[in-house]
């Protein structure tokens, strides 16, 4: 499992390792039903405290994406196929600005204007 982390940014480490699971959910590579590395096993090979990443996961139980049970650690709920079916629409949303010769900067920038 690939989660990554950018030690530079000024985003806090949390929000950071959430993210990335949150876009292996939304990108297929992690689906309902998996089982996250156990929280000591992704401070490790992210080089981050232990509590960085109970932080990370308290945030995403909290928003429904996994479960979390003591001793059985962190699996992927059901919930999480929505986010896995916005992939799907992300990338139909990609091939058609392509189509009409947006750049992905250009997207980017009307989806953010669009939210705010």
């Known amino acids: 499992m690939l989660l990554t982390i ?13 993210a990335s699971v949150r876009t292996g959910i939304a990108s297929g590579r992690i689906r309902p039903g998996d089982r996250l590395p156990a929280a000591r096993e992704i401070a490790a090979g992210l080089g981050v405290n232990l509590h960085t990443v109970l932080h990370a996961l ?6 429904g ?21 916005l ?10 600005a392509a189509a009409v010769g947006l750049t992905p900067d250009t997207l980017a920038a009307l989806i953010k204007e669009h939210s705010s």
């Not at 308290?58 to 928003?63: F, T, V």
């Not at 994406?65 to 079916?85: F, K, N, T």
């Open 58 to 63: 308290q945030n995403l139980r909290d928003e």
């Open 87 to 96: 992939h799907a629409d992300v990338n139909a949303l990609v091939a058609r």
């Open 65 to 85: 994406l996994i479960d979390l049970r003591r001793g059985r650690g962190a699996v992927v709920a059901p919930a999480a196929d929505a986010l896995a079916e």
């Open 6 to 18: 950018e030690p530079h940014s000024e985003r806090p480490l949390f929000e950071q390792v959430a």
